[in-house]
């Protein structure tokens, strides 16, 4: 397992015995006050642009969709609710959006570096301040 960790600033695996951590691969992983998500991220200007957009339903194959740089979404052409998380540069939650209904325009977070797309429901267990660590697939 390859986790980008913001706290320790590096990859690393966190499933080894000797941090006496475990991973858990049916959901979300949570240890040492930081949560885990298995993240598909945006590697250029239109996968940032497009998002989730034309999906009829949230993938099943990812926790999220990572997007950074961003500090700004839309739903224009969503078709589902989404929770948002977003996140300064060094993985650290600067604000949860819980519920965002199809037709949004513009949901903002000053300072924020990235955001995580997640299905609807899944922010609750989040809040401001919290650490986490990305799982990039």
């Known amino acids: 397992c390859k ?21 858990n691969r049916g959901g979300l992983l949570t240890t040492m006050n930081t949560t885990s998500l298995k993240v598909k991220k945006t590697r250029s200007f239109w996968q940032r642009a497009r998002g989730l957009l034309y999906t009829k339903n949230f993938p099943q194959d990812f926790d999220g969709l990572y997007i950074e740089p961003c500090s700004a979404v839309h739903t224009l052409g969503m078709h589902y609710d ?56």
């Open 82 to 137: 989404i929770d948002l998380l977003f996140l300064d540069r060094h993985l650290r939650i600067l604000k949860v959006v819980e519920d965002v209904s199809p037709r949004h325009f513009c949901i903002t977070c000053n300072g924020a570096y990235g955001v995580v797309e997640l299905d609807a429901g899944k922010a609750q267990n989040f809040r401001k301040g919290q650490k986490i660590t990305l799982e990039y697939l």
């Open 3 to 23: 986790f980008y960790s913001a706290f320790a600033g590096a990859v690393s695996c966190i499933c080894s015995n000797e941090k006496n951590l475990h991973c």
